[in-house]
Nanobody
């Protein structure tokens, strides 16, 4: 079965950077849209960034200009470059992959913790 595994999270100081990766295993196809969600304690889960199979991107207003989403279609790998991190970016970041065109479902990773200190 398809699995999504995130990596790259950690503890950084405000203003620092992290690069998150989401690697798909058990997949012989390329996903359609892929995205990153995040959820902080006491807050709703929110869409951070999304990228289509053609490379078109969308970002939450709170991260525009600071985060960059990209993908390697050949390897079914998703990335999120996070710059100028703020304490309010602290959350569990979860990878999502749309495979409706291939399997009729979407897939979710287990998440990776990002903590930004002041």
């Amino acid at each position: 079965q398809v699995q999504l595994v995130e990596s790259g999270g950690g503890l950084v100081q405000a203003g620092g950077s992290l690069r998150l990766s989401c690697a798909a295993s058990g997949s012989t196809f390329s996903f359609n849209a892929m995205g990153w969600y995040r959820q902080a304690p006491g807050k709703q889960r929110e869409l951070v960034a999304r990228i289509s199979n053609a490379g078109r991107t969308n970002y939450a207003d709170s991260v525009k200009g600071r985060f960059t989403i990209s993908r390697d279609n050949a390897n079914n790998t998703l990335y999120l470059q996070m710059n100028s991190l703020k304490p309010e970016d602290t959350a569990v970041y979860v990878c999502n992959a749309d495979a409706y065109s291939y399997t009729g479902t979407v897939y979710w990773g287990q998440g990776t913790q990002v903590t930004v200190s002041s």
